[in-house]
Structures are given as structure tokens and as C-alpha cells.
């Protein structure tokens, strides 16, 4: 098993750290917060602030380096990995895929990359907030495009299963195009319900219950977080908020006018049906050999299903479809 | 204690039929549902599917009516109980208070009728969904209105807090525009956040998360009940769908122009720090006589600031407010 180096050691990096000393890999990492650095060497990790050094380490032992800062930052730190780990296989687990993919083929182009994400998280952040089990059962998307090396592909997957999660092979376009719907609008319409809410002062916070908290709750994470992910996925949230405008305009139309939300609310508890049909579905069991030819396609079309990757078995990824 | 009749025996009537015989009154109730009235039945409980005759045993014991139908099955219900128990304290749970109040004026003027709605729910439905502790510490707002009989609100503020609820005192377009805000737009963009999501198919539902389940999670809730609760508050929620559209259109037209969007984002996290802060408050006590001459005034300005009414002393209201 490879060692992991990891780069930022916030919830997501900091949890990675954890969970992948638990599956038994060597791992180190570096981040700029000497409070976090503090924190986690205290926790008896192997963790610096000079991420040059983790990055040479990471060189002489032909680790796995793991990107976890903020997309603001990944320009900063691709110059360095270009500078002293240009051969290592390098992961991230950066929200949007398509900007980090150019920002690699831009600086550090002689990286073997596979592009990453895991879909987990909390309104917390920093290196307290991380957790060994964060990533335990949780979908976590690995790039797959058209330059991908396969053999890349399954080490990251590798790491990916060691901490508990599954894989879900896609392309960076579906990927932002899907988190914008799934994760930035749900973070958009949660900082707008909380701005409203907020509008009508300490009776409206008094009354508040489970609809409102449960629709705000993501408003409490770190502002510089979110608006790292929702403006960094720029291209693919536009269209989605044109959606959801569209969709709430034609609500408004339609209690205006016959005084009706029918369509709206019939509408939404389908899709709420379909989510926990979905999460209930049977699954039948698909085997991918990585060495054949169309095995790139297959990944995708798995990911792009709902599948994922539950098992590597030498070159054959094990995957789950419904 | 004054027995308690409660007409309607899903979750909320449901619930309150449990908590109100817990707290050792004598209860009764009905429901237009043989399932729910069987399920009632076999729980110990007595309860009809004959409104009429549960009306006629609330006149003969001059119980508190509780109308727990939703809006749409109200007017119906009123006509009964002019006919049959048109003297009886009567009070209600239904999600929207200037419409009942309206219904109630034309239908059966010569009850004495204080309107109520707590502020607690799940996305289920239902008698067996209900719970003996769901309004344990919950909001539950009970009307003041320029002609409301403090006696009789002092009656039902008195079972709202023997069933573990705080009451607070509001007019109806107080209420009104208040849940519009933190209740009835949250439903309706969960409503739009679960049909965008679901447009993404079985991709989009494999990866979703956190930030969509919570946001989506009252999408589930039952379609007719979520109409009857919104659409039965058009006047107050459309100035507040129109705020919601306002804000996110200025989001788009941000992210689309320079690319930012801290605005809308910081808006929502100081919107969160405050319900947040709401919540930790330190509060004070207040002692409101129900017999002094500025008594509605006082209660109305307790419940207009955030503030609840956690016991009665005789003819005192004590009440906490930060």
C-alpha cells in the first residue's frame, strides 16, 4: 500500500489523514494553520507546516499526495508539487473538478492525476471537526477522462475503499454539473432561507422549527468554504439557479394567480420519492476488468447510473448498479 | 381541568389527544379515517369516526373543542360545531390564523374561540406517526386578537403548557407573515430543491448528500397537507416568495457578472449566527396580569420580541423573553 501524503487538514483532509492511518498506510501531511498543525501532532499525526518538505518526502517515497485546501489555493500549491513531486500520483479532494483538472494540466502537467471528491461532510471545519468514520459509506468521485491511466485510477480508488467509502467513476463535466445540483444549490437556497428567516427578527428565530432548521442548517459553514465551491463552479451553477428561478417564478405565478401550488409541491415530493427510492433500490453486482479496451466507458456508464465501486480484485473493479 | 375533544387525529391532533390525556385530563376525539380511528381505538383511546356525537358529549361537558382538520376541511367542521357545540371553548391547530379566524367569525360566532398552531412536526403523517412528546418545549402560538377573551386564552394557553408546549402570544397577521417566512417557504423550496435534484436522475440521487437530504427532507411530507398550509396562506406568503425570488435572482446576476457571490452567502451565515444566537439567548422573566387594562398589549409585545409564556399563576402569565 502506498503512502499518503496530504496537503490541507481541514474536516476533509484532516479526516483523510486519520482514516487512512487506520486502514494501516504510512501517511504525513502539512497545512498552513499552525493551530491545526498544533492540533493534529498532538493527536500523535506526523503533520508539519512547511508543505515543501511533505512534498519532497512525499518525492523520495513515491506516496500518493492528496490536494485538501480550498480551490483559491490549488494554483499555489500545484507550482510546488510541480517543484518537488512532478512524478507523484496526485489525488485531490477539491469540490469542483473541472477547474481543478485545467489548473493541473496548467502546473503540474507531468503529475499522473486522477481527480477526486468525496461526498461528505459537515457544517464544521478544521482539524477538530474531522472524524475517522466521515467518510464511511459515502459515494466519493474519482475522475475518469479520456487521459486517464487506469492503473492510476485504481490506486486512488484503492485509498478511496481503505477509508470506507465507495467510488463513483465520472468525468469532471458531470461531476460539477451534478454537485452544482445537489450540493451548491442546496447551499444557496440555505444561506436564502436563513437571510428571510433572519429578516423577521427574534419572532421569527423564536418560531422557527424543523422545516427552517433543517433547510438552514448548512448556512452555518464557513462563508469562505461555500464560496469557494459555488463560485468555483461557476459555469455549471449558472444554468442550475436559472432552474431553480424558473421554478420558483412559476410558483409564485401560480399562487398569484389561481391561488394553486400543486404542481410545485407535487413535483418536489416525487423527486423526494425517487431520492429514497433510489436508496432503497436492489443492486445487482457488475464486474469491470480495467485491462480491456472499453473499460474507461464502462467505469463512466456505471458512474453515470447511480453505480459504484464497492471492491477492487486485482485489475477488476467490483461495482454495484441498480 | 377542562376535558378536551379534539376533532382530527393526525400527527399534530394526534399527538395532542395523547399528551392532553398524559397530562390527566379527559379527552376524546374523531377523525374522518376508520384506520386512524381503529389504530386510536386499539391505543386505549376514545375515539369516534361520529364528529357529531364527539361535539355533542364536548357540549354536554363543556370540554375545549380542538379543530385539528386541515384548512380545507375547516368550514365543513365549523358548521358542526355551531350546530353542535356552539358555546364550548373552542381552539384549533391549523397552520394559518387569519383565514381560521375569518371562517371561524362567519361560521360560528358565538363560540369563544382562541386560535393555536404549534410550531412542531414531522415529515410524517398520520395517527400512528404521532407522539405524546412532540411539542415538548416546542412554540406553540396562541391568537390574541382585539376581541380574544383572556380567560378563555388563559384556558388554552393551559393545556398548550400541560402538553409541554410554551405558548406565545400573537395576532394572526403577526403569525401569519411569520411562518410564511420560516415555515411555508422552506417547504416550498425543499419542493424545488427535490425536483431539481430528481431532474439530475439516479446520478444526482447516488450523489447526494448532507446538504440536499437536509434541504429536501419536508419535501417528503404529505403533498395535500403542505397545499392546504400554503395555498391557505397566499396573502402573507406572497411578499415573501417574492422576497426569496428577489435575493436568489440577485445571486444569479452576481454570479453571473463578477463571478461573486459573497453577499447572498455572508447574508445567510449572519442569518444562521442569529438564529443561532436566538437560541442561546439569556432570558428574563416577565409577569403578565391577565386582568390589568394593557394585559393584550403586554402579551402581544412579549410574543412580537421572541418571547414565551412558560406558566400561569391564577390570572398571571408568566413569560420569558430575551
Known sequence: MRDVCV???????????????????????????????????????????????????AASADAIVVIAVP????????RQVAQHASHCLLTDVVSVKGP???AVRRRAPYTRYVGGHPMAGTSRSGWLAGDTMLFRDAAWVV?????TDLTAWAEVTRLVLDVGAHAVPLPA?????????ISH???????????????????AMSLAAGSFRDGTRVAGSSPDLVRAMTEGNRDALLPIVDDALG?????????????????????????????EA?????????????????????????????????????????????
Open 185 to 203: 444549490l442546496p447551499h444557496l437556497f440555505a444561506a436564502i432561507l436563513a437571510s428571510v428567516g433572519a429578516q423577521g427578527g427574534p419572532l
Open 143 to 147: 475522475g475518469v477522462e479520456e487521459e
Open 247 to 275: 421554478r420558483l417564478g412559476a410558483a409564485r405565478g401560480s399562487l398569484a394567480s389561481t391561488g394553486g401550488l400543486a404542481a410545485t409541491i407535487n413535483a418536489g415530493h416525487e423527486g423526494a420519492l425517487a431520492l
Open 7 to 57: 496537503i490541507g487538514l481541514g474536516l476533509i483532509g484532516g479526516s483523510l489523514l486519520r482514516a487512512a492511518a487506520a486502514s494501516g498506510r504510512t501517511v504525513w501531511g502539512a497545512t498552513v494553520s499552525e493551530v491545526d498543525a498544533d492540533a493534529a501532532s498532538r493527536g500523535g499525526y506526523d503533520v508539519t507546516t512547511d508543505a515543501e518538505a511533505a512534498l519532497q518526502r
Open 173 to 181: 463535466d458531470s461531476h460539477d454539473e451534478t454537485v452544482a445540483r
Open 100 to 102: 481543478m483538472l485545467d
Open 71 to 78: 480551490l483559491p489555493a490549488v494554483e499555489n500549491l500545484l
Open 278 to 322: 433510489t436508496r432503497d433500490a436492489a443492486r445487482s453486482g457488475v464486474r469491470i476488468d480495467l485491462t480491456a479496451a472499453d473499460a474507461r466507458e464502462g467505469l463512466v456508464a456505471l458512474g453515470e447510473r447511480g453505480g459504484r465501486i464497492t471492491g477492487l480484485d486485482g485489475a477488476v473493479a467490483l461495482g454495484e448498479v441498480s
